[in-house]
Structure formats: C-alpha cells, structure tokens
Nanobody, 116 residues
Framework: QVQLVESGGGLVQPGGSLRLSCAAS????????MMWHRQAPGKKRERVAFINSIDGSTNYADSVKGRFTISRDSANKMLYLSMNNLKPEDTAVYFC?????????WGQGTQVTVSS
C-alpha cells in the first residue's frame, strides 16, 4: 500500500522559509516522478513542483519559480520542498503526490500559513 506522510508545515512571516518533508513507502521510490501540490481555501488544487525519477530534472509553477526547490532522497525515500521568500498567497495545504500503476496517491497534507 502506497503511503505518503507530509510534515514541516506551520506559521511563518512573509519573507520567511520552511522545508516540507514527505516520507514515502509502499512503492519503488526510485522509479516514479514525485510532485508537490497545494490547495488554498476556495481554490483548486494546483501542482507547484515536479521532480523526475530518472535524471532528477525539475519543473515549477510560475508562481513559485525561483523561490521553491523540490528534491528527493532515494536512500531514505523522502521528498522535500524548500520554500523561501514566502508570500501570503503561498498559504495553503501542501500535498505530496505520486502516480504509480495503482493510480494517484496523496498524503494527508500539511498546512502552511504565511502571515504577519
């Protein structure tokens, strides 16, 4: 059974930083791209970052480009999202996500609130 468990969210002031973590299990971590999504109140869930499993290449939503960095640790089956220069509009629940042969899997999410 695929399991994804996010952590690291919290309350941060504008301009601050956070690092989100996602512990993965139940699938071959090295063989699947991984993603971070977020969902703000009243808005659709959007993908913010993607990392390939083959070459580690990444891409980002325009809204976070240059501020967020996605990374993965194969040895520990961990996915990370480093977020810098956070803005109030980054406030959302953040989810890690993988698409395996069994379909999409999601974690429970971690809340990020950017406010002074």
């Amino acid at each position: 059974q695929v399991q994804l468990v996010e952590s690291g969210g919290g309350l941060v002031q504008p301009g601050g930083s956070l690092r989100l973590s996602c512990a993965a299990s139940g699938f071959d971590f090295d063989h699947f791209p991984m993603m971070w999504h977020r969902q703000a109140p009243g808005k659709k869930r959007e993908r913010v970052a993607f990392i390939n499993s083959i070459d580690g290449s990444t891409n980002y939503a325009d809204s976070v480009k240059g501020r967020f960095t996605i990374s993965r640790d194969s040895a520990n089956k961990m996915l990370y999202l480093s977020m810098n220069n956070l803005k109030p509009e980054d406030t959302a629940v953040y989810f890690c996500n993988v698409l395996t042969g069994r379909g999409p899997s999601w974690g429970q999410g971690t809340q990020v609130t950017v406010s002074s």
